[in-house]
């Protein structure tokens, strides 16, 4: 697919109309401090494209100025986008618009994780949702681990235990859709960046707590990707000198420590329980069995302790809290403050920690925003 729009100025007229619309030119202008001018000129190629429409006059804009305005929105319904997001037993994948509302979701479990099996699985699922294909040719996929975003490879996913898969490639193949591919972290930053809790932030970031421990980094409105693709891994920062082995090769990570693997199994040892899952120990802890909320303590202090390292790094605005291990946030997050407050460095401190619970739905949608952002690449 061709990028519809291909000049700085386009690209940011076209984002701050699809984040912030309706909004007007004059808004426009401000927001982005182009001239009215640029502004004009940007509009006019995406409108004639189809992907911007004028509102009526005298509707309010995005800052309720109360003058009579001809706000730019967004033309939803112009093109549709898939994103999937890969699990170690199920894909979730979503079709969603062009300002990622979600049309169509469906979840397919998976026979196996294989690379073969999770491609026919993936061509499968986007033939279910697909009902405009002459509007739908961009297809987003998000996966953990370490993903080479430019050229379309999982260097390496842990808990698919692939390594230098070509799945981009792959992908496309099977569905007929161009591919962008993206650590799963990321692509949930880019959708909270665009329709969430980062709009018209410069610097903030998102951390998610589950089956590893990830965050994304927004730093000068831009996503960091780091020159190895991999920036702002905080699951495996080390926070304890002779804690636990963890996947990375590694010892003392934040993820060996706080992962929902890692406190299963830290659970087993105390009870000596060794049938115990997740929601067990999560019942455990609630009914105030002293050693398994030991654990929830641990790992709430690791993750707070990683958390403190990068915003003493980067210094967002916000840190958003997301991801599946949020049943249990009530078990640990006085530990996860307790441990970042006196981490933080002076003013730091202060970041707030914003706490989002998001469905898998919403990292599939995350992956749809990685697509969108083929019209301009």
Known sequence: MNPVITTPAATTVFTTVLTRGPISRTDVSKVTGLSSAAVTRAVKPIMEAGYLDELPYGRRTATGSGRPAAPLAVRADREFFVGVKITATELIAVVTDLRAQVRAAEHLQLAGRDVDTVIAALGQV???????????????????????KAG?????????????VPLARLARRATGLATTIENDVKALTVAEQW????????????????AGIGCGLVVHGVLVEGGYGVAGEIGHVPVADFGPACHCGGRGCVEAIAS????????????????????????????????????????????????????????????????????AYDLFENHIRDAFTPQAFGAAGRCPLVIRPLPFEEWARGAAAVSIQTLFR
């Open 195 to 210: 329709f969430g809790e980062g709009v018209g932030a410069e610097a903030f970031a998102v951390v998610t707590v589950g």
């Open 260 to 327: 929902e693997r890692a406190i299963v199994a830290q659970a087993r040892a105390v009870t000596g329980q060794d049938r115990l899952d997740m929601n067990a120990v999560i019942d455990l802890a609630h009914q105030g069995h002293p050693a398994v909320c030991e654990v929830f303590a641990i790992a709430g202090r690791a993750i707070g302790r990683g958390i403190a390292a990068m915003v003493n790094m980067f210094g967002p605005e916000k840190v958003v809290v997301s991801g599946e291990g949020l049943a």
């Open 152 to 164: 379309g490879v999982v260097r390496y996913s842990p808990f698919l235990g692939w390594h230098d």
């Open 126 to 148: 986007v033939g279910d949702l697909v009902e405009h294909p002459e509007r739908t040719h961009s297809l987003g996929i998000a996966i953990s681990g370490d993903v080479d």
